[in-house]
């Protein structure tokens, strides 16, 4: 198989799970390369639902290798949780690997990520509250905790001691919540660095060693283009790299190593959290009004589009073109795969958004400038 990079081609939530889960046994290892527990997607397993938000899809067959990418922020507790839920259905988890450079989600992390919003006011991102950003935001002000410090004691108190010097204040001061001690974090965390220490690996030279002896690897995003730090709908992005580019930092693969970009788009759009949406058809409660709220409720409805991760009623509207060509462009897309056509079949009459008109102008590329996006009307 070709070395594959799998992404979402939207705004996330376009059905990468289904297609993962279609391909993913035809490969020898599955990188996870960004995001963290932000993500989810719902895998049959037998007469069973599981939702799998941090651990590789892989992690589902036996032959591959699950690999977590240095670019992943990990919460340990989540991914001991999703190990023994995923060990209780038989799914072993042996074969899983984690990049000592993933960086750990602490919990001052999940405090500051409500925090912030909650003062960003009606301006606020609408973040899972996982502790994604503030998590890249201390790995990109080299302060942060890597899954080589939490398997190292000694290396890990002096860490979070230095880190709580910061945090605790930034907690206590400017948003008067809870403090903590190095103890407390220690006595948490340092358990999961018990379980896990038997799956760190230098996962980089491990997938190079692959590629050298010809093995195939599927590189899979979560989240989709248009939350990319850099070439998203910023700031109302999540903090890491979702296009294909991505792959290569978040795994430490080159980028000559990558034969495919295959993107994974839905044959409507969804959006979850706040940002501009061109095509979007307002629901009743957020004031849209006539057959427009009803069209985005059936999309929702027949879509079943609520979130994996947060069980928040996803934004839906029509496909757009203009989205689709610039996810072409960004992520060097060599395949597309189109999910959820079969929910159209709910309409006798569906919409394509080809271009936007805004202030009289007509743009056929997905215009850059906020001021021109947020206004910009589906043509
Ligand atoms: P964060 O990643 O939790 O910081 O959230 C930032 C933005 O990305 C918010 O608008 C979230 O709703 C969105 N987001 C994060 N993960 C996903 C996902 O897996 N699907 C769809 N949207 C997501």
């Keep these: 198989m070709p070395n594959t990079v799998l992404v979402g081609a939207q705004w996330g939530d376009e059905g990468k799970g289904k297609i993962t889960d279609l391909i993913a046994s035809k490969y020898d290892y599955v990188v996870r390369y960004q995001g963290g527990n932000n993500a989810g997607h719902t895998v049959i397993h037998g007469d069973k639902k599981l939702a799998l938000h941090l651990m590789p899809s892989g992690v589902m067959y036996e032959n591959a290798v699950p690999v977590i990418g240095n670019s992943v922020v990990v919460d340990p507790g989540v991914l001991v949780k999703e190990m023994a839920m995923l060990e209780a259905e038989g799914i072993s988890c042996k074969n899983l690997k984690i990049s000592c450079d993933a960086h750990v989600i602490m919990p001052y992390h999940k405090d500051l990520d409500g925090a912030d919003e909650k003062s960003l006011g009606e301006h606020k991102i609408g973040t899972t509250k996982r502790g994604i950003g503030p998590c890249y935001q201390d790995k990109v002000a080299r302060k942060g905790i890597r899954i080589q410090d ?224 947020f206004h910009a009307k589906p043509i």
């Design 150 to 373: 939490l398997m190292d004691e000694k290396i890990f108190r002096l860490k979070v001691e230095t880190a709580l010097v910061q945090k605790n204040a930034i907690l206590e001061k400017i948003y008067g919540l809870h403090t903590y001690t190095v103890e407390e974090i220690c006595e948490e965390y340092l358990p999961y660095a018990r379980i896990l220490k038997q799956y760190m690996a230098e996962t980089s030279q491990m997938l190079n060693d692959a590629v050298r002896a010809g093995k195939s690897i599927l590189f899979e995003g979560a989240q989709g283009t248009l939350l990319d730090i850099d070439h998203g709908t910023y700031p109302y992005v999540t903090s890491s790299s979702c296009c294909a580019g991505g792959a290569a930092t978040g795994s430490g693969v080159g980028p000559v190593n990558i034969d495919r970009v295959l993107g994974i788009q839905k044959a409507y759009i969804t959006r979850v959290g706040g940002g501009p949406f061109p095509t979007e058809l307002k629901y009743a409660e957020d004031g849209g009004e006539g057959i427009e709220a009803e069209e985005g409720e059936t999309l929702c409805q027949v879509g079943h589009e609520y979130g994996v991760t947060t069980g928040r009623k996803r934004r839906c509207g029509w496909f757009d073109a203009v989205i689709a060509r610039y996810a072409a462009d960004v992520n060097g897309l060599t395949d597309v795969a189109l999910t959820k056509l079969d929910v159209l079949s709910a309409f006798d009459t569906i919409k394509v958004c080809v271009a936007y008109e805004c202030n009289g102008e007509r743009y056929d590329y997905f215009p850059m400038q906020q001021r021109v996006l």
